[in-house]
């Protein structure tokens, strides 16, 4: 029932059903959890890479503190505007959260940082508990692991999928240092479709248990 009431306000399109089946045959041996799952295989889904079930990590309460967010309305602070745009319409037909992209909210960035790094840190001073969604911009995702500490409010939730050469790698160790809930991305590998893919898979979650 909870399935069919998701399509039935156009969440799931029947190609992206018969491109799951696809998935669900070729993904081979895992050991990821139902929800895992679910997941990767949105992630898979949007980059026909299958090595990306190797790729995904979970903190151990990760998607049930995602859930828990999204379903009592706690914003969702992406990194650019790309990753903003891709979970807009999910977000909007669901269950609405206030949508920030933090590079929006930077008109210039701060001595020695980037826009998007400025914003990010402006959001989670008045975002502090918020759903943080970062697909592009190392730098951001430093720049937020460098403010979360033991004695901080922590965010909700992180994703961290950046994707490129300089500092990736590095931002995300420092993700995986953190006490907060988190979904990274290993590797070089991410981008703002992979982080849109993460949280609009945690949406219809949200929606079916």
């Known amino acids: 029932m909870q399935r069919k009431q998701s399509e039935g306000i156009g969440l799931v399109h029947p190609i992206m059903e018969q491109s799951f089946a696809v998935i669900d045959r070729e993904i081979g041996a895992h050991n990821l959890s139902f929800t895992e799952y679910a997941i990767v295989r949105r992630v898979i889904h949007t980059t026909a890479d299958f090595e990306f079930k ?9 998607i049930a503190a995602g859930i828990t967010a999204l379903r009592c309305g706690v914003p969702i602070v992406t990194d650019v505007s790309m990753v903003k745009q891709g979970i807009a319409g999910m977000v909007t037909k669901t269950f609405n959260n206030p949508l920030i992209s933090a590079v929006e909210q930077a008109s210039i960035a ?26 592009n911009a190392p730098t951001a995702l430093l720049a937020l692991c460098n403010r979360i500490t033991t004695d901080s409010i922590l965010p909700a939730l992180v994703i961290g999928a950046p994707v490129g050469f300089i500092s990736v790698l590095e931002s995300k160790a420092a993700l995986a240092q953190t006490p907060v809930e988190q979904i990274r991305v290993e590797s070089r590998k991410g981008g703002s479709s992979v982080a849109a893919a993460i949280l609009n898979a945690l949406i219809m979650l949200a929606l079916e248990n």
């Not at 190797?54 to 990760?62: E, G, K, M, Q, W």
């Not at 400025?118 to 970062?134: F, N, S």
């Open 110 to 135: 701060l001595p020695g940082k980037t826009r998007t790094e400025t914003g990010l840190l402006q959001c989670l001073q008045k975002y502090p508990d918020a759903v943080y969604v970062i697909g």
């Open 54 to 62: 190797h790729l995904v990590s979970f903190s151990p309460n990760a």
